[in-house]
């Protein structure tokens, strides 16, 4: 696969360190000469130096021979109009990095007409991470799909678990949310469960569930035993903002406390539900 990294900070080496060992055909753009001829030589990769946004410098790397353009930069408008560009130049696949969270609901109402094939947006799923650590319990392994609506959920069964003694067909009448057992693992057995299939304690479940009713099903089994309700939040940068947001449709209560006034403002604007404090929140008083 013929492959186009623009922009090359933390991620960027990141994601050129990962499939660099994949034996694809990788070319880099970033406008600090430096940079770029260090990887080329860390990772035998192709190089242009200068503005990824720019038709010429990405008409050089060859962009119209990409299966995918993936554009890291620090602004999220050169991100925007370098993947604009890499479609009309004929790349079938780009990929932006999309931070402001002004932009996201328009970017993604808006992605054919801006050529992107998909954001990414590393401050969102920072705080969407930090929610389920703090919605989920611990002992629940997730892995999540469908873009985050559907969750494959692993459970270890202990005793004041209220799955211990149940089967798959009293589970179904006992419990008010739904879940889909998929799995049953017992000691070093693999058990498709029917409906008769009898849980016992030290059993590890795998099953799905709808993302949204994960939490209140882990209530039911008595696997959340004091679900949390006042968190606070100190820094209202953009992952501190998408955490609040997702906490308060969760009923949450939540204060934030952040040391920029401008932005502190702004925060007060922004998430009304939430009581936003102007200080240092390194400070005792």
Known sequence: MKIVIIGLGKIGRTILENLSNEEHTITIIDDNKDKVEQLIERYDVFGVVGNGASIDIQIEASVNEADVVIVLTNSDEVN???????????????VARVRNPDYIKQIVDMKDELGISMIINPEKETADELFSL????????IERFARGRVSLVS?????KCSLVGETLISIGKKFRTKVLICAVQRDNE????????????????????DANSLGDFLREINLVESPLKKIMIVGGGNIG???AKKLFKKKYKIKMIEN???RADLLAELLPETTIIYGDGTKHD
């Open 260 to 262: 920029n006034l401008q």
């Open 80 to 94: 925007i109009l370098a993947c604009l560009v890499a479609k009309k130049l004929g790349s079938p696949n780009t």
């Open 134 to 141: 703090i919605n989920l319990p611990s002992v629940a392994h």
């Open 190 to 209: 693999i058990f498709i469960p029917s409906g008769n299939f009898l849980i016992k304690e030290g059993d590890k479940i795998h099953f799905t569930s």
């Open 241 to 243: 903002y998408y955490l």
């Open 155 to 159: 459970i270890d069964v202990d005793k």
